[in-house]
């Protein structure tokens, strides 16, 4: 029989064009890429022993039949496995490999795998796939079934990149897919014209399109600083942990980039990124993954005493300015370490681990190797689920506002209230203030927040009329991202005369922390804003390093103590003392005094006796929502008599 080999050929030429390719760049060494050089191999094999195979059939004579039969054994073999490993290439590079799917597509292939392996093996005794009759090459009654296990794996192979379709683009899918139906056609038309040896070609094709779409190197490359990128890195793990390898990976990120891009434009700014790159390539060793931005990192054997070298190396570097168009440029670098699978288990709690790390690292201003711990990612965890916990309560307006009794000494009175916003979810239940406000400031949803906060506010005090109730103002908090607004006085009133609110019923709290923020912004709304009749109060005073020139230069008409320094007084003397010259101070300057914290009749009194103005806390009331708080005013004489009026009577 005349065979047509010249299609085998160009699948040679193919396969090895293909793999010069793959070898001319920068690959990563995974599994999938190992599978995929395999079936180059197999597509090679295959089509130098179809060659062969023609050439000996045609001389039968010439050659030994044991060496016909070896030659077509190896030709069968590996004609057949070409299409079972690019299923298991296939499994794995759509992640499906360890899914149910996965798990019966693997069955398949065992099966497969093991069915040609002895029927190719024991052909010469059995005659099931082929054999040797009078010098005639003769078909044995299992050689269909060969073919039947080519169409089935191909069908597998449809069917894995039609249900990835999420994982992987429609181009790839359609490509894949319609190589794949290729394929079938031309196993068919081989199995019809068996001089036409065509399969072989058709599968050096579908290699070809494979390295330029699923197996692309490039997408395991940051190319513009030639090195792994994410997707390399989180492989490298997936790798590591399907062998079962402890390792740890040191992770840094470097501070100042923004100066670089602002100032001196991106282009220099990626210039200032390559040479840093090419320094730790020269000054370290091992690979290194660029993560994102300007974060990298390393991975080791948990053994290895390269980390702390490698640590040592980039404190050092980062001690000295890098150049970029002979420009120098001071970095700072944080950096971290976490143990898999001590710490993190998975890729996803890896780069969670290494967040919240790297994080806690910048809000310790800590230049030394942080060593992530689980409650760091826990707590890092925390804070994601409450920015969305956030996202949602801003979408849903679900904020609660709670208003908290201030009493008057001067009007025996509770006179006024602070506004306090709550937040609580069906999972985490109460989230305090303390922990969600910072994390609003953090992802920019504050202003919303605030504005939420301000429109129930408004809407409580126009709803139950509260002026009856003997309110005379309420508190609200501003946040210094709102204070740095220079259209919010106008925005704050627009919300008033919506509402209809008297602008003296309004008190604005802003923290010391307004001290740090653009002075000119701030006094132009205070300005504004006190005008029209709010009045302003700073909050929290005490904490920190308290400092009396904001006093003086802002128009403020309250100080709130903070509960801190009224709770320090209680016990300590030397604190009595600064609370009693603070007090004296404040109102030497014609300021009011809000104390905040006030939790027994003994610190109510002694605040009363130093000069406070008014007393807030539980000791009259916890903060509550607003129709206990209603209920709370209308029955507030007897508050005030049983927590006042008659202790004081009794110590007269």
């Given at each position: 029989?005349?065979?047509?080999?010249?299609?085998?050929?160009?699948?040679?030429?193919?396969?090895?064009?293909?793999?010069?390719?793959?070898f001319?760049?920068?690959?990563?060494?995974?599994?999938?890429?190992?599978?995929?050089?395999?079936?180059?191999?197999?597509?090679?094999?295959?089509?130098?022993?179809?060659?062969?195979?023609?050439?000996?059939?045609?001389?039968?004579?010439?050659?030994?039949?044991?060496?016909?039969?070896?030659?077509?054994?190896?030709?069968?073999?590996?004609?057949?496995?070409?299409?079972?490993?690019?299923?298991?290439?296939?499994?794995?590079?759509?992640?499906?490999?360890?899914?149910?799917?996965?798990?019966?597509?693997?069955?398949?292939?065992?099966?497969?795998?093991?069915?040609?392996?002895?029927?190719?093996?024991?052909?010469?005794?059995?005659?099931?796939?082929?054999?040797?009759?009078?010098?005639?090459?003769?078909?044995?009654?299992?050689?269909?079934?060969?073919?039947?296990?080519?169409?089935?794996?191909?069908?597998?192979?449809?069917?894995?990149?039609?249900?990835?379709?999420?994982?992987?683009?429609?181009?790839?899918?359609?490509?894949?897919?319609?190589?794949?139906?290729?394929?079938?056609?031309?196993?068919?038309?081989?199995?019809?014209?068996?001089?036409?040896?065509?399969?072989?070609?058709?599968?050096?094709?579908?290699?070809?399109?494979?390295?330029?779409?699923?197996?692309?190197?490039?997408?395991?490359?940051?190319?513009?600083?030639?090195?792994?990128?994410?997707?390399?890195?989180?492989?490298?793990?997936?790798?590591?942990?399907?062998?079962?390898?402890?390792?740890?990976?040191?992770?840094?990120?470097?501070?100042?980039?923004?100066?670089?891009?602002?100032?001196?434009?991106?282009?220099?700014?990626?210039?200032?990124?390559?040479?840093?790159?090419?320094?730790?390539?020269?000054?370290?060793?091992?690979?290194?993954?660029?993560?994102?931005?300007t974060?990298?990192?390393?991975?080791?054997?948990?053994?290895?005493?390269?980390?702390?070298?490698?640590?040592?190396?980039?404190?050092w570097?980062?001690?000295?300015?890098?150049?970029?168009k002979?420009?120098?440029?001071?970095?700072?670098?944080?950096?971290?370490t976490?143990?898999?699978?001590?710490?993190?288990?998975?890729?996803?709690?890896?780069?969670?681990?290494?967040?919240?790390?790297?994080?806690?690292?910048?809000?310790?201003?800590s230049?030394?190797?942080?060593?992530?711990?689980?409650?760091?990612?826990?707590?890092?965890?925390?804070?994601?689920?409450?920015?969305?916990?956030?996202?949602?309560?801003?979408?849903?307006?679900s904020?609660?506002?709670?208003?908290?009794?201030?009493?008057?000494?001067?009007?025996?009175?509770?006179?006024?209230?602070?506004?306090?916003?709550?937040?609580?979810?069906?999972?985490?239940?109460?989230?305090?203030?303390?922990?969600?406000?910072?994390?609003?400031?953090?992802?920019?949803?504050?202003?919303?927040?605030?504005?939420?906060?301000?429109?129930?506010?408004?809407?409580?005090?126009?709803?139950?009329?509260?002026?009856?109730?003997?309110?005379?103002?309420?508190?609200?908090?501003?946040?210094?991202?709102?204070c740095?607004?220079?259209?919010?006085?106008?925005?704050?009133?627009?919300?008033?005369?919506?509402?209809?609110?008297p602008?003296?019923?309004?008190?604005?709290?802003?923290?010391?922390?307004?001290?740090?923020?653009?002075?000119?912004?701030?006094?132009?709304?205070?300005?504004?804003?006190?005008?029209?009749?709010?009045?302003?109060?700073?909050?929290?005073?005490?904490?920190?390093?308290?400092?009396?020139?904001?006093?003086?230069?802002?128009?403020?008409?309250?100080?709130?103590?903070?509960?801190?320094?009224?709770w320090?007084?209680?016990?300590?003397?030397?604190?009595?003392?600064?609370?009693?010259?603070?007090?004296?101070?404040i109102?030497?300057?014609?300021?009011?005094?809000?104390?905040?914290?006030?939790?027994?009749?003994?610190?109510?009194?002694?605040?009363?006796?130093?000069?406070?103005?008014?007393l807030?806390?539980?000791?009259?009331?916890?903060?509550?929502?607003?129709v206990?708080?209603?209920?709370?005013?209308?029955?507030?004489?007897?508050?005030?008599?049983?927590?006042?009026?008659?202790?004081?009577?009794?110590?007269?």
């Amino acid at each position: 029989m005349n065979y047509i080999f010249h299609y085998d050929i160009a699948a040679i030429l193919i396969c090895i064009i293909v793999g010069g390719l793959f070898f001319s760049k920068k690959h990563f060494p995974s599994k999938s890429n190992r599978l995929f050089l395999c079936i180059g191999a197999l597509i090679i094999t295959a089509s130098v022993f179809d060659i062969i195979s023609v050439y000996s059939l045609n001389h039968i004579g010439t050659f030994p039949l044991w060496l016909n039969y070896i030659v077509n054994q190896i030709y069968f073999f590996s004609f057949n496995c070409i299409y079972i490993v690019y299923l298991i290439y296939l499994l794995l590079i759509t992640e499906q490999n360890k899914d149910r799917c996965g798990k019966v597509m693997k069955v398949v292939n065992t099966f497969a795998l093991l069915y040609i392996t002895l029927s190719i093996v024991l052909t010469p005794w059995l005659k099931t796939i082929f054999y040797f009759e009078n010098d005639q090459y003769m078909h044995g009654p299992l050689h269909i079934s060969l073919y039947i296990i080519a169409f089935t794996m191909l069908g597998g192979c449809i069917f894995t990149i039609i249900t990835s379709k999420r994982k992987i683009n429609n181009m790839h899918l359609v490509t894949t897919c319609v190589i794949a139906i290729i394929a079938i056609a031309a196993v068919i038309i081989q199995f019809v014209w068996n001089d036409l040896l065509l399969v072989n070609f058709v599968a050096s094709l579908m290699y070809f399109m494979l390295f330029h779409s699923l197996q692309n190197p490039d997408e395991y490359l940051d190319k513009e600083l030639d090195i792994f990128n994410m997707k390399a890195f989180l492989q490298k793990i997936v790798n590591l942990h399907d062998k079962k390898k402890k390792f740890t990976v040191l992770a840094f990120e470097m501070e100042g980039f923004q100066f670089v891009d602002q100032f001196m434009g991106v282009e220099r700014g990626n210039d200032l990124l390559a040479t840093v790159v090419k320094d730790c390539n020269k000054g370290l060793k091992g690979e290194m993954y660029h993560l994102d931005g300007t974060r990298f990192a390393y991975i080791f054997d948990q053994k290895s005493k390269d980390i702390e070298e490698h640590a040592e190396w980039l404190k050092w570097r980062f001690v000295t300015a890098f150049h970029v168009k002979r420009v120098a440029v001071n970095l700072t670098v944080r950096m971290c370490t976490v143990d898999f699978p001590e710490v993190a288990s998975t890729r996803e709690e890896m780069l969670n681990a290494i967040d919240s790390a790297l994080e806690f690292a910048k809000e310790e201003n800590s230049y030394d190797v942080v060593i992530a711990t689980k409650e760091m990612t826990e707590k890092h965890q925390r804070s994601a689920i409450i920015s969305h916990i956030l996202k949602s309560a801003v979408r849903n307006k679900s904020f609660e506002v709670y208003f908290q009794p201030i009493y008057s000494i001067e009007d025996k009175a509770f006179s006024a209230a602070e506004a306090l916003v709550r937040l609580r979810d069906e999972e985490l239940g109460f989230i305090p203030p303390d922990e969600f406000i910072p994390i609003a400031e953090q992802t920019g949803l504050i202003l919303e927040v605030g504005d939420i906060v301000f429109h129930k506010v408004c809407d409580f005090l126009q709803s139950e009329n509260v002026q009856d109730l003997g309110i005379r103002y309420v508190e609200v908090n501003l946040s210094m991202v709102q204070c740095m607004q220079e259209d919010l006085h106008k925005h704050l009133k627009s919300i008033m005369d919506k509402y209809q609110i008297p602008y003296n019923m309004i008190d604005f709290e802003v923290t010391e922390t307004f001290s740090t923020s653009d002075n000119r912004i701030l006094m132009n709304n205070m300005a504004n804003l006190i005008d029209s009749g709010c009045t302003f109060a700073v909050d929290d005073y005490g904490t920190g390093f308290s400092n009396t020139d904001y006093l003086i230069e802002f128009p403020f008409d309250l100080v709130k103590l903070d509960k801190s320094v009224v709770w320090a007084a209680t016990d300590n003397d030397k604190a009595m003392k600064v609370l009693e010259h603070t007090a004296a101070m404040i109102k030497s300057l014609g300021l009011k005094i809000v104390a905040e914290g006030v939790e027994t009749f003994e610190q109510a009194l002694m605040l009363r006796s130093i000069g406070c103005d008014f007393l807030q806390g539980y000791y009259f009331s916890k903060p509550v929502p607003p129709v206990e708080y209603v209920e709370f005013m209308k029955t507030a004489d007897k508050c005030i008599k049983e927590k006042l009026t008659d202790r004081l009577a009794m110590l007269s």
